[in-house]
């Protein structure tokens, strides 16, 4: 999948150091509990847990930076001997190598972290003589990387220093962002913010993805820069350039710990670029490996074999039934290999908060209109927002485990409307009565929009023009309610008893 590439990281090594132990106690000479160390372990943190990341990704790595003196400069040289890494551009400076020691109780339960640096700005006697040595080498590599983490060594004319030298001879230059003046990655070829780094760069507000994308856009004229990729946590990542908006969805499933994402997803980026991948593509290999990073404790690197195993774990969408916020990009596949296939599918939506009678009824008769049936499921947010502070009973996860188990049911998805609906282009509820619209607030529109069902199916009496997400359902069909069953009414007699 990715080639051996020679790519050169510029930016602050660290060491992440990692006590494990126990607190079973409270100090008795102050209210402080008491920490007992069983065990440590040391890794790459900072840049250069960009390099691991590098090398685990199978690329010919080398760094250039500067530690300390000390014993964790020695033990940073020891690690990147360890894997392969380059370290002859590594040079020193008077103060401590930066570390950050980290304290881990049961459960990875993290209580205290110690931080060791000095971040004074580097000299321009210092900054001349790394610019010197970058000079010699630069045509040895095919990329170059800035992990900017703010601790003194990436100064203003350090950097620019780097991105002039870069583009004399013909190099692309990918800048993890961390400083808030966006003159200092003036000409980088991309600049990596998250949300808000994005919103220290630009001072505008980024809470929608207008707001977001406008902000992007603002950047990437004044930083002169031909990207702004910028990384949403739980919502995936938005590439902004001169003619192209892409928004790509997180797989990250089970987030245990999102130390080191960045670092791992700017890795990834950097190395399917340096390979020739197109920017898209290689935004897809850098969220996958992102992906496999927040399931894992603490920093640690991402190997290109775990990457390729979910790339090309092409049926494990076949083999899921429930497809939350963050899994759109998977139910698509699922819906696009079933139409392929000539396949009708029929959907239906609901809180199902108690499942009764009255909802059985409602999803096998949906199910029988067609070859596959869909369940869309408020989330708790949305039902909190539609029937009180005291639902749903059942939380969404729940919910949803329970109708996947019905034999009738093919596939459950959540959907939030408050969020999923900004997609819905004002033009499709025009010419919506006052009321209708109300109800769209509320109403699966964008799930269904992206679902595009053969059929839409409704529990009670609703005729088509008071269900506005069914105009994006080739068909839509009432299913009668079995009267005297639903939740509300099963709570109420419950209260009673």
């Not at 607190?23 to 943190?45: D, Q, Y």
């Not at 990387?145 to 350090?158: A, C, M, P, Q, R």
């Not at 990250?252 to 399917?272: E, P, Q």
Request: glycine share 6%; with cysteine; net charge negative.
């Amino acid at each position: 999948m990715l080639d051996h590439k020679n790519i050169l990281v510029i930016g602050d090594v660290m060491l992440d150091i990692y006590y494990t132990g126990e607190v079973n106690r409270i100090s008795p000479e102050a209210p402080v509990p008491v920490f007992k160390k069983l065990n440590e372990r040391c890794v790459l943190g900072g840049a250069s847990n960009v390099v691991a990341n590098l090398a685990a990704a199978g690329q010919k790595a080398s760094v250039l930076a500067m530690i300390g003196k000390d014993r964790d400069g020695d033990r940073i040289r020891e690690l990147f001997k360890e894997i392969g890494v380059n370290n002859s551009l590594l040079a020193t400076w008077n103060r401590p190598t930066i570390t950050k020691t980290r304290f881990l109780a049961e459960n990875n339960q993290q209580v205290l972290r110690l931080d060791i640096e000095d971040n004074q700005p580097i000299t321009n006697d210092e900054a001349t003589s790394l610019l010197q040595q970058l000079n010699s080498v630069i045509d040895q590599f095919d990329l170059i990387l800035i992990s900017d983490y703010i601790k003194g060594l990436l100064t203003y004319e350090f950097t620019q220093g780097i991105i002039n030298i870069a583009r004399e001879h013909g190099k692309k230059v990918l800048v993890d962002v961390k400083d808030a003046r966006f003159e200092k990655y003036k000409g980088a070829w991309l600049l990596k913010p998250n949300k808000k780094e994005l919103h220290d760069l630009t001072k505008m507000p980024v809470s929608t993805d207008d707001e977001l994308i406008s902000a992007a856009r603002y950047l990437l004229q004044k930083s002169e820069c031909s990207y702004i990729l910028t990384t949403c946590g739980s919502k995936g990542m938005v590439l902004v350039g001169p003619d192209i908006v892409y928004h790509l969805d997180t797989v990250g499933k089970s987030v245990y710990d999102v130390t080191g994402a960045g670092d791992t997803t700017i890795a990834y980026l950097t190395a399917a670029l340096a390979s020739g991948i197109n920017i898209q593509d290689a935004m897809n290999i850098a969220n996958h490996a992102a992906g496999i990073q927040v399931g894992k404790v603490g920093t640690s690197a991402v190997y290109l074999h775990e990457v390729e195993e979910a790339m090309t774990s092409k049926s494990s969408y076949r083999k899921q039934k429930i497809f939350r916020l963050n899994e759109r990009n998977d139910l698509k596949k699922l819906i696009a290999e079933w139409k392929h296939n000539g396949e009708t599918i029929v959907t239906t939506n609901g809180c199902f908060d108690i499942i009764h009678r009255g909802h059985i009824s409602l999803l096998e008769e949906a199910k029988s209109y067609g070859d596959h049936l869909i369940v869309m499921i408020n989330t708790d947010k949305s039902v909190k927002r539609l029937k009180g502070a005291g639902r749903p009973i059942n939380t969404e996860e729940d919910r949803a485990m329970v109708i996947a188990a019905l034999d009738c049911v093919d596939a459950v998805a959540l959907f939030d409307p408050l969020s999923d609906n900004k997609t819905i282009p004002d033009e499709d509820i025009a010419g919506m009565s006052f009321e209708l619209k109300k109800t769209a607030l509320e109403a699966p529109m964008a799930l269904l929009k992206l679902i595009a069902p053969d059929i839409h199916a409704k529990g009670g009496d609703y005729s088509v023009d008071q269900v506005p997400e069914a105009i994006y359902a080739k068909e839509y069909r009432a299913v009668p309610f079995i009267h005297g069953y639903s939740t509300t009414r099963t709570i109420e007699k419950s209260r009673q008893m």
